[in-house]
């Protein structure tokens, strides 16, 4: 249990991660951009890869009659976000810690992982609704007007995750170092439940 | 995905490599698979970057041309010495100042010998230094940014074509003085030219940070003819070398009169001993005027500041600093081997190329062995000083550059051709015609102590049958030859814009990674900046009228300016306010009386509008920007002088 803990309480801090590195980062690349435009997602705010990316962005998209990318005081996400992530990473510790000193069982793992699993669902919801809105609620005086085939008007909605083509653009959409470090964060918390469990059921039998 | 595409066509050009040696050995070495083969060594496919850089004078043009190489393609004219209305150089309130002098403002130079900056004798990328022939100047450009940030005027000199040369470590670039002139100038008849003339040669320091620079000291010397120059290098770091003709001292018919003496000298010049005289107080302040103009990069702004006064100094006064080496016949080029000990003396009207030993010459200044002296400097023996003879390789021959491997390249002018031959045993090992009449030759770092080898361009001041004919004229041409073999092979003609003099080149990775690609707007300390388009606006002061313009995709800011009145001096201060590489955007409005500006991102320049008709003008932007660059336009509302229209501006909006 004593390891399981460990483990545990080492999966909770690397969500701390996210402090540092970008959870997420979209890269836009056209042929008249060999060097891609990019965006890295911070859990408490937007920062272009390159230093006047955003502003380039946001240059490009005014023809199209997108927004601006938010400014980090501008979405409630970006101050909540650092609050849910140090609270989680702490319950975590907290947990680990508790389960070292045999205070709860390895199942607390369990539920942390499903908690932070939750929450981490309700994220990736939000930040796609966000992006629907971000690539889709466009300025009705845009000077460009792109429609579907079937007459719609042409969403810009950057793929949540993997690759699509955008008019000129080739956009990628992946996690990034914070991102990884938290999916590896959270499955160490499985592996802290799984040895947990081993270890309580050959103390059992 | 990108490393994937690399990898293939890495394997491709393996693949194209093995096929084309297969094709030139089963048709064994016939002239069109060679020929197949030289175009492949000059192709750069697209997308492919050149492996150097080239920089060429314009010569007349007074700008420098920056080139690729093996491809010959043009990238760049740097506006140096002449207005270019291309970018506003020149023409904008921002750079006029580059071009002022003490005999006024001067819109045209004789640009001629282009240098890059060294470190310990290598080419470091940083600077490239060019001298300006007519109105003596020399300017100093960026490479960062690749534009003219410095140009300092040389008073007491006329025809500054010994320059502008740099020695091993960027102490100094020199300012030899072609003509000599009465110093300090005066009105005196012309015939009384020998012995009351002087020729300036003038070291100009370079700050080590800044590159700032200063004439620290002249040297008054006798009134030859100061044709080129070059600085030692290795073992004779510390002396700079000069060419003269005409130390005949005629005045007039020199195509006779200065070429009399069988052998005219080369100057050498012990720099470190003037420099320790001076920094110990030695030589004497003169009264002078000429001007220093430096562009400050956060201001975007050149000014020009008059000075008052040059250090001179009479070479007699510092005992053992300069002495006369004789050099048949009327010399012109004057080239240092990458190892310091060789110094070419071309004799332009001599069958032989004379070299001198900078060894030999030091033992003769040391055993004391001079055949006489002139105006109280020392001459040498001839024979004393003299290295080798390359026996009657050509006709007319110029100027030599070194590949660093014990191989000099000379070029013939009246001959027409390049000609190899070997440091040491003089011997010829080969010679290429050049079409026609060729000047100069660079190899990259070929004017430091370690050459970039492979390739050497010729050029050349004729070029008919080598082009399609373009009317009575046609632009010079260079010719690009791989030197890397024991032949020399002509791989390519290019066409050069005005005359390209000289030219300096090196290798790309040297200064592409520096290459700055936009100016940053939070840096922008323009006293007329607006930074957004919110600071746009529009103040009269009496009777000038000052703008505050933005530019950006696709707009200017404001669109509309109402109050502007016939007989205002109209200040267009345009700020660029993308933060993107390579997006600049023009400016324009009709009957502009200078030139429009190319405003890069991040800057501010200004042009002056004087409306002289009531109406409503249009201004626009002139360079391609977007999609709607079209539109990119506004107007202007001009008023009678003494009309009491308001000064109003808007965007977006009609203006009330």
Known sequence: MKKASIIMIIGSLLLLGLFKFPLWNIMLGAPQYPDPLGMNIYIDGIKGFSEFDLQNIDGLNHYIGMKTIPKANEMWEFSLFPKVIFGMAMLGVIIGLLGYFNKVSYKYFLGWFLLMSVLGVLGMYDFNNWLTDYGGNLDPHAIIKVTNPDGTPMSYKPPLIGFKKLLNFDVTSLPHTGGYLMFIGMSLTIVAFWLGRKTSLTTKT | ?656
């Open chain 2, 1 to 656: 995905m990108k490393n994937i595409l690399k990898s293939t066509l890495a394997i491709l050009g393996v693949l194209v490599t093995f096929s084309s040696c297969n094709n030139s050995s089963n048709s064994g070495q016939k002239s069109g698979a060679l020929a197949s083969n030289v175009a492949e060594r000059v192709y750069v496919a697209p997308g492919e970057y050149d492996s150097h850089y080239a920089f060429l004078s314009g010569g007349y043009s007074g700008n420098l041309t920056v080139y690729g190489l093996p491809s010959g393609r043009m990238f760049k004219e740097i506006p140096v010495f002449s207005q270019f209305p291309t970018s506003g150089y020149g023409y904008s309130e921002e750079t006029k100042p580059m071009l002022n002098t003490s005999h006024g403002f001067i819109p045209w130079g004789d640009a001629h010998h282009p240098d890059i900056s060294q470190t310990k004798g290598e080419i470091d990328g940083r600077f490239i230094f060019i001298n300006e022939n007519n109105t003596p100047r020399i300017a100093k450009i960026d490479l960062k940014t690749f534009e003219t940030t410095e140009i300092i005027e040389v008073p007491n000199s006329a025809g500054n074509h010994s320059s502008s040369f740099v020695t091993e470590n960027t102490e100094y670039v020199v300012a030899g003085t072609r003509f000599s002139v009465p110093i300090p100038q005066r009105d005196m008849p012309i015939k009384e030219y020998k012995g009351n003339f002087k020729g300036a040669l003038s070291f100009i320091s370079v700050a080590p940070e800044t590159g700032e620079m200063d004439i620290k000291f002249q040297v008054l010397m006798p009134g030859f003819n100061y044709d080129l120059s070059h600085p030692g290098r290795g073992k004779s770091h510390g002396w700079f070398f000069f060419t003269t003709y005409n130390t005949e001292e005629a005045s007039t018919l020199l195509e006779v009169n200065a070429s009399q003496n069988d052998k005219d000298f080369i100057a050498a010049i012990n720099w470190k001993k003037i420099e320790e005289y001076v920094n110990n107080g030695g030589g004497t302040m003169m009264p002078a005027n000429y001007a220093h103009n430096v562009y400050d990069e956060s201001t975007h702004t050149a000014t020009s500041t008059m000075k008052k006064e040059v250090r001179v100094v009479n070479p007699s006064e510092v005992p053992g600093a300069v002495y006369f080496l004789p050099t048949p016949k009327s010399p012109h080029g004057c080239d240092v081997d990458p190892s310091g000990e060789y110094i070419v003396g071309n004799g332009k009207l001599s069958a032989n190329l004379t070299v001198h030993s900078f060894t030999k010459m030091l033992d003769a200044i040391e055993n004391k062995k001079f055949a006489g002296e002139a105006y109280g400097i020392p001459i040498l023996n001839f024979e004393d000083v003299l290295a080798g003879v390359v026996e009657q390789p050509g006709l007319g021959p110029l100027h030599t550059e070194f590949d660093g491997k014990g191989n000099a390249y000379t070029t013939f002018f009246i001959s027409s051709e390049v000609v190899k031959w070997k440091l040491g045993t003089w011997e010829v090992i080969d010679r290429k015609p050049t079409y026609y009449s060729v000047g100069h030759l660079t190899i990259p770092g070929g004017n430091s102590g370690k050459p970039q080898g492979k390739y050497m361009f010729a050029m050349n001041k004729i070029t008919k049958d080598r082009y399609l004919p373009t009317g009575p004229e046609m632009e010079h041409s260079a010719q690009l030859y791989d030197i890397s073999g024991d032949k020399m092979e002509l791989l390519l003609d290019f066409p050069t814009h005005g005359e390209p003099h000289y030219a300096a080149a090196m290798e790309a990775s040297l200064i592409k990674e520096r290459s700055q690609k936009i100016y940053k707007l939070a840096d922008n300390k323009h006293p007329y900046a607006a930074k957004s388009d919110a600071d746009t606006k529009v103040v009269r002061k009496g009777k000038d009228v000052h703008i505050y313009l933005t530019t950006i995709r696709s707009h200017f800011s404001p669109d509309n300016i109402e109050g502007v009145k016939v007989g205002d001096k109209v200040y267009f201060h345009v700020t660029n306010l993308e933060q993107d590489f390579d997006v600049p955007h023009g400016f324009a409005v009709i009957g502009q009386n200078n030139s429009e500006l190319l405003v890069m991102p991040g800057q501010t320049k200004t042009s002056v509008w004087e409306p002289k008709q009531v109406g409503v003008w249009p201004f626009y932007c002139t360079d391609f920007c977007s999609a709607l660059h079209q539109e990119m336009q506004g107007y202007i509302r001009v008023s009678a002088a003494n009309s009491d229209t308001p000064i109003k501006w808007s965007l977006g909006e009609d203006i009330e």
